[in-house]
């Protein structure tokens, strides 16, 4: 059975800043459940952040420029977390590699985890297009990164890919 990365809280654990979790809607969770191995994991706890934490953004820039050191993820307390960010991330590939992971579901809009939207560095509840620093991780090495909202495209990259 093909292995799946999936973000902790989009399977019910509180690890986001707030110590809340998202969900995956029931019928693709089921699917999920019926059709892939699932490795749940969080970068950002991995990467040495506590839960609750303050919400954080990528400043001036998006997870590729965080990845190439032209960019840094903030909190909005001023503090800059993008040395555990980095770290979450790495850890993140490193799961992937040891368990032969191609595919990702990951939460979208988290500047760690966003694989189509991440909000804009202003903590003003804007968004742009973009990944976040694990997803620039994760895809540069070729995983296909999927959102809760994207399953769908999942069960056809699954069909077409093998
Ligand atoms: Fe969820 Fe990813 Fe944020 Fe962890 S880093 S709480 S898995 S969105």
């Known amino acids: ?27 693709d969770w089921d699917w999920l459940n019926s ?4 490795v749940v994991f969080c ?8 839960t609750p934490r303050a919400p954080a953004e990528i400043i001036n820039g998006k997870g590729v420029d965080v990845v190439k050191g032209f960019a840094h993820v903030v909190g909005n307390d001023g ?8 770290l979450g991330a790495q850890k993140t590939l490193e ?11 990951l939460a979208e809009g988290s500047p760690s985890c966003g694989s189509s939207k991440i909000y804009d560095g202003t903590f003003s509840g804007n968004k742009i297009e973009g990944f976040g620093v694990t997803t620039a991780v994760l895809t540069s090495e070729g995983i296909k990164v999927f959102s809760q909202h994207t399953v769908k495209m999942l069960k056809i990259a699954l069909e077409t890919d093998n």
Do not use: W
């Open 79 to 86: 503090v800059d977390v993008t040395e555990p960010f980095l």
């Open 1 to 27: 059975m093909e292995k799946v990365l999936v973000s902790s809280c989009l399977a019910g654990n509180k690890v986001r800043y707030n110590a809340s979790c998202l969900s995956i809607p029931d019928q």
């Open 43 to 50: 970068p950002e706890v991995s990467g040495g952040l506590p």
């Open 95 to 105: 799961i992937c590699q040891q368990h032969g992971i191609k595919y990702a579901i």
């Open 35 to 38: 059709n892939v191995e699932m």
